[in-house]
């Protein structure tokens, strides 16, 4: 095996979001794959040019976002490329990072804990307890729900501060 990669390798790493995130999820992944000597692209949906802080602040960014969109978005970056990226996505990006391999953009994928998509029947009764104040009531269809600190939706348009440590910035 020799030392050098060959010239059709993937020069560039595309890491994909999940929704209550922004591009600053991966802040402490891009140098790991920098230092790796790969090009790293963060590309956030569209409306998600804010801080994750901000989003939490203002979830009609979410509500008003299709996946179609994002996922011709996200393809729009990887066209632009020279080559096919590895694309590796979490939770909703892991979903968005299989549809976009679908489209045969990636030279590979990794989908990490990728949310299930439509037809796929994996709720379990602690997902089903976790979303109830949200499914409820009808009236809260196509409405932006955040998340208690225990994981249970709240049903109000944002997270409580402190629930999972996202968008969190390490002290060290």
């Known amino acids: 095996m020799s030392d050098t990669a060959p ?13 209550w995130m922004t591009p600053r999820s991966w802040e402490h992944w ?15 949906y569209p409306g998600f040019e804010i801080e994750v802080e901000a989003l939490r602040e203002n979830p009609d960014v979410i509500a008003r976002l299709t996946v179609p969109e994002t996922v011709d978005h996200l393809a729009g970056v990887i066209e632009g ?9 979490h939770s909703f990006g892991g979903t968005l990072t299989q ?16 949310a299930p998509t439509e037809g796929v029947l994996v709720n379990p009764p602690s997902q089903i307890k976790s979303l109830f104040p949200i ?17 249970e939706a709240t049903g109000k ?16």
């Open 99 to 114: 549809l976009l391999l679908a489209r045969g953009l990636g030279a590979s994928a990794v989908a990490i804990n990728a």
């Open 135 to 151: 499914l409820n009531n009808p009236a809260k269809a196509h409405r932006a729900a955040g998340v208690h600190r225990n994981g």
């Open 81 to 89: 490329l020279d080559r096919p990226p590895i694309i590796m996505g």
């Open 30 to 44: 891009v140098p790991y794959y920098e230092a790796k000597g790969m090009r790293v692209l963060t590309p956030g």
């Open 7 to 19: 010239p059709t390798a993937p020069d560039t790493v595309v890491l994909v979001h999940g929704l």
């Open 157 to 172: 348009g944002r997270p409580e501060p402190g629930c999972g440590g996202a968008g969190r910035r390490s002290s060290g």
